[in-house]
């Protein structure tokens, strides 16, 4: 399984459609067996998912076009998600449940973290 995940200097970018660059993890039976840095160059985010053979992307904010043309590509997705890449892979690959279906989520996050909800 390959998962990529937008990045900007080691951790998640705020918003997957403005991503330069991926981080690619190859991943078996639970174990990363190799990561790189991919950036896309001039190719589009969704011919990059194909070129690359991703299965999986963890993201932070995504609108609803990039949603559907992950799912008509059949990539699965977890997004609302921020921090340091390797760790939220970590916590991916244990299991841990991230991210949140509300499109505010790292807003909502932030707005905690300052105590203003």
């Known amino acids: 399984m390959r998962v990529a995940i937008p990045t900007v200097q080691g951790k ?3 918003l997957y459609s403005q991503a330069t660059e991926f981080t690619v993890y190859d991943v078996e039976i639970e174990l990363i067996r190799k990561k790189e840095i991919i950036p896309l160059g001039n190719r589009t ?3 990059f998912l194909t070129e690359e053979g991703i299965n999986a992307v963890i993201c932070g904010n995504i609108r609803s076009s990039a949603r559907n043309i992950l799912r008509a590509k059949r990539i699965e ?3 609302g998600v ?10 991916y690959l244990s299991g841990e449940r991230l991210g949140d279906i509300d ?7 932030d707005r905690e973290g300052e105590g203003l909800d």
Do not use: H, K, Q, S
């Open 12 to 14: 998640i970018a705020l």
């Open 45 to 47: 985010i969704a011919d």
């Open 77 to 79: 997705l977890t997004y």
């Open 82 to 91: 921020a921090g340091e890449v390797d760790d939220v892979m970590v916590r």
């Open 103 to 109: 499109e505010n989520a790292l807003l909502r996050a």
